[in-house]
Each structure stands twice: as C-alpha cells, then as structure tokens.
C-alpha cells in the first residue's frame, strides 16, 4: 500500500509542483523575447527528459541481455567440460557407479544444480531492471530538492514560515515515495539503502547552503535564475513522470500478474492509498 501511495505523491509533485513552475518560469517577463516567443519550453525539456531515461533504460535492458548471453554460454561451456570430465572419470575407474550414484542421476543431479544457476540470473535481472527506475526516480527528487532549498533561503520573512511548514509536509511525502521504492529494491545489506536515503535527506539542506552562500548576489528575479529554475523544473517533471507511468504504475499494476489476481478489497485500497498521495501533494501546491 505504501508503495501506491507514493506513486500517487511522485505523479501530483510532477503534475502540481515541478511542470506547473517550469511553465510559468519560462513565461517570466524576465526572459529573453527568445524565450517568451514559443510559450511550450517547458513541455519541451520535460519531453527530453523522457526521451532521455527511454534511452538510458533502452540501454540498461540491453546491458542486463549482454550479460544473460554470456552467462548461458559460460554455463554451456561448463556444462561441457563437466560432462567430459565424468565420462573420462567413468572409462578409468567404475567406483563411481559401484558406491551409490548411476551415470543418470548425476547428470541429474547436475541438470539440478544449473537450474538453479538460471533463477538467480533471472532474478538478478528483475532486480537490475528495478534498480535502474529507483535510481532515475532519485535523480527526479534530488534535482528538485535542491531547487526547493534554494528557493526556501531566498524566501522574504514575510512567506518563509508559510513556505518552511508546507516543504516539510512535501519532502516527507516524497521521502515516504522514495523509501517505498527503495526497500522494493530488497538489496543485501544495509550500506547502499542508506547511502541512497542520506543522499534525499542532505540535498535539500545542501541547496539551502548554495542559497545563503549566494544570497547577497542572488536576484531570484534575474534571467538566469528564472532560466536555471524553469529548465530544472521541466527536467525533474519529465524524470519523474516517467518514472511512475512507466517504471511504477506499469510495472506495478497494468504488467503485474499478481496484481491482477489480488482480491477486489486489495486493488480498492492500492488505488484509494494512490488517489490519497496525488490528492495531498495536490493540496500542498496552494502553499509550496
């Protein structure tokens, strides 16, 4: 269920927060006349983004078949020597046959063993190809989350509490998202889990370090803080919308068997727990 939610929180920061922003930035007054001549920048880079992760997933899939290929010939390989191995041990000596195991079932026995050998491959493939969404949904948040710390050091008296309470409630939603994704991963040990969650938890302070450090030259209405801002925002819309039409909700839901065969009870409260996520972070757009 937490998973759902989160899919629904990832979904409405795109949606509400990310591509929203980008779209007015680039439609600042601010801005170059070669900017505000075509009023779609924004659906542009998100668009690039898209394209890009279809490209670089394209590309994890093909490395994950490499390696299956050449698994299977080394397991052939093997398979081989083995099998020359036994025959030859069989032609010198028949003290094999005589004290317990017949020629059948250790090629039995052995046939066994490999195929245990293809369902961890197998496996570790379906965990390459969820590594490889968590990570880019990562990318997503990070990006956004050192916007939003600059933002929040550059912010007047005036709105910052406002602003301060409304990120808090956003970045642990979206920590929630995020966690859901990663303890998915099932990765042995604990060292990688908290590498990825301390890397969420320090961008944001990180850019609040960048906003103070610039703060006394820093003109949040200047061309190219706008352009920067826009830009980054379109970018991290496109990654995570990819990431949860694609890598979550496709992947969790329309290409699940076991989704399709849960009780009617468990679908209801997976999407209920999805809307509830959208619907929150949908609400927190009034205010950050």
């Not at 990310?18 to 542009?44: H, I, K, R, T």
């Not at 898209?50 to 994950?64: K, M």
């Not at 069989?90 to 046959?97: A, H, I, Q, V």
Request: hydrophobic letters at 45%.
């Amino acid at each position: 269920m937490g998973k759902f939610f989160g899919t629904g929180v990832i979904l409405a920061t795109a949606f509400v927060h990310m591509l929203p922003d980008g779209l007015e930035n680039f439609s600042s007054p601010c801005l170059s006349e070669g900017w505000q001549s075509y009023g779609a920048y924004g659906g542009v880079f998100c668009m690039i983004s898209s394209f890009a992760l279809q490209l670089i997933e394209l590309a994890a899939v093909s490395n994950v078949e490499k390696i299956r290929a050449r698994k299977a010939a080394e397991n052939m390989s093997m398979d081989i020597e083995k099998t020359h191995e036994s025959n030859t041990s069989l032609d010198t000596s028949s003290t094999d046959t005589t004290a317990g195991n017949s020629p059948i079932e250790q090629a039995a026995c052995h046939d066994h063993g490999h195929e245990h050998v293809h369902s961890a491959g197998l496996l570790e493939d379906a965990n390459a190809f969820k590594h490889v969404g968590t990570l880019v949904l990562e990318l997503g948040i990070v990006m956004h989350s050192i916007i939003i710390g600059i933002t929040l050091s550059n912010t007047s008296n005036d709105g910052f509490v406002t602003l301060l309470i409304a990120l808090v409630f956003h970045q642990f939603f979206e920590g929630v998202a995020l966690g859901t994704r990663i303890n998915d991963m099932n990765i042995k040990g604990w060292q990688r889990p908290t590498l990825m969650g301390l890397l969420f938890i320090i961008m944001t302070p990180i850019g609040c370090a960048i906003g103070i450090g610039i703060h006394s030259s820093f003109n949040p209405n200047s061309s190219s803080a706008i352009l920067a801002s826009a830009i980054l925002d379109s970018l991290s819309a496109g990654v995570l919308l990819y990431s949860a039409y694609i890598s979550l909700m496709g992947q969790e839901i329309n290409h699940n068997p076991n989704f399709h065969k849960a009780a009617f009870s468990r679908k209801f409260v997976c999407f209920i727990s999805m809307y509830c996520g959208a619907a929150l972070m949908a609400i927190l757009g009034k205010w950050a």
